[in-house]
């Protein structure tokens, strides 16, 4: 699927949130494959490792085919990296360009990028502008409600939009909020009615469900770490059992291992078995021996003897 602005794709927008260390292609594979109708992310990418021909740093940015419409998430503070990046994500066929400000990691604040651009508009602003003109792509924001309150949403929504910003994605939480705080959406609602372009909430969606009923004038919601162990949220019918699971734990496996190699795909496999497996019986045998898995096939033979063990589950 491809599209011009987002105010031209379809609603409710519903797709899988950008997290560093889990939105990676192979995952974003998996979740398109349970869901295809949703969008994804890649993880956060710094456009200043774009801008100086990083290796390593645009390697975050490959995808495959059946991811799309896949967004490209870029963050930092520089304009002139913004652009080198915007030019190079469009060249590589992202669906779309979209600019982090909502990050709370403290490394990325004291380098005054994520949700520290929330205390200099003016600078965020201009970033947005510079990237609008920079693609033909659509280009969107996702931030958080603010530093420690809501009380500049509205305003820092509207002087995104009027930057050039075709939507925005609102983690409904503060900076100052850890995770564990409930998401808050009434500030969310209140930007949305006084924006032209698409909103998206996101923060604390626990299922398509929790996500519909919190949806209200929004245009749509992202999940982020429900999805953890569980790319099924997606599915209007998940499966009932294990068995039914197995599958497509391999496959996010192989892809996982296709795009990044043996040694480093089984490595970062882990920690989505863990999850995969966290609520079946026997899980903590289970997921003692899955947390040194090596090889492919390893990791085959543990789910197959879970498998065997819990058919019925």
Known sequence: MSFKTWSEFPTPIIGLAPMDGYSDSAFRRICKEVNPNIITYTEFTSAD????????????????????PVIAQIFGKNIETFQTAAKYCEDQGFAGIDLNMGCPSKKVVKSEHGVALRRNCDLAFQL????????????SVKTRLGWSDASDLTAFGKGAESAGAQMICIHARTYKEPYNVPAFFEPVYELK???????????????????????????GFLIGQATFGNPWIFSESPPQTFSEKVDLMKRHTAYLIESKGESVGTREIRKHLLTYVKAIPGARQYRSRLSVVGSYDEICTVLDEIEAAIRDV
């Open 128 to 139: 947005i502008e510079a990237v609008a003109k920079a693609t033909n792509l659509p280009v």
């Open 49 to 68: 490792g774009i801008h100086h021909n990083g290796d390593s740093i645009r390697r975050r940015l490959q995808f495959h085919p059946s991811e799309s």
């Open 193 to 219: 009615r006084n924006v032209a372009i698409p909103v998206l909430g996101n923060g604390g969606i626990i299922s398509m469900a929790d996500g519909m009923a919190k949806l209200g004038n929004l245009d």
